[in-house]
């Protein structure tokens, strides 16, 4: 009987050093994580600026990132400005790279097909710059659950470096949108 009690008496002090060094390692880990928490979102902040990109034209905190072009597949189309007469323009994707293409009567043109970068601000406005012409970068601000319109419009920069915005137009998709009304009104098949 002796034996078993002395067995049993080194199991519970066994017992209790396992659970002091269990608590003493949770409180360990609980007093570092003022420390930890701080550092990981550190962390997380810094991966997640790894994939932005600064750019002209942009507002104070605005944070600007690379687009995938699978996220633009609704933008292949060709599209029209209500405000803007016998003025179109096309986009298409190719290769992975999206491509735009402007055409309007009076007067005449029709531009090559130009290489779009497309970038995405955090509040989800797109923007787009010309790889290889000089036409200036445009903005498109879409509706999140319209596929079929968007406005499209242009940033400055005065000369005191402050950043201004131009009016938006609306742009319609030519093959899903019809004016009606006497031009005074719109629908479009999403």
């Known amino acids: 009987m002796k034996q078993s009690f002395s067995a049993l008496k080194a199991k519970f002090n066994g017992l209790k050093t396992s659970t002091k060094r269990y608590l003493t390692a949770m409180g360990i880990v609980a007093g570092a994580l003022p420390i930890i928490v701080p550092v990981v979102d550190g962390i997380s902040d810094w991966f997640s600026n790894m994939n932005t990109v600064e750019l002209p034209d942009a507002y104070p905190n605005e944070v600007w990132k690379n687009e995938d072009v699978a996220n633009l597949t609704w933008l292949q189309d060709e599209w029209f400005y209500p405000t803007i007469p016998n003025f179109y323009t096309r986009f298409k994707i190719e290769n992975n790279t999206l491509f735009q293409q402007n055409e309007g009567y009076n ?36 509706p999140d659950t319209k596929n079929s319109e968007y406005q499209n419009f242009e940033r400055g ?33 999403d």
């Open 107 to 142: 007067p005449d043109v029709l531009t090559e097909w130009i290489e779009v970068k497309v970038f995405v601000s955090d509040k989800g406005l797109l923007r787009l710059r010309y790889v290889s012409n000089d036409w200036p970068g445009t903005f498109i601000r879409k």
């Open 157 to 189: 920069v005065a000369d005191d470096g402050s950043v201004t915005t131009d009016k938006a137009r609306l742009v319609l998709s030519k093959t899903r949108c019809k004016i009606t009304n006497g031009g005074m009104t719109y629908n479009c098949a």
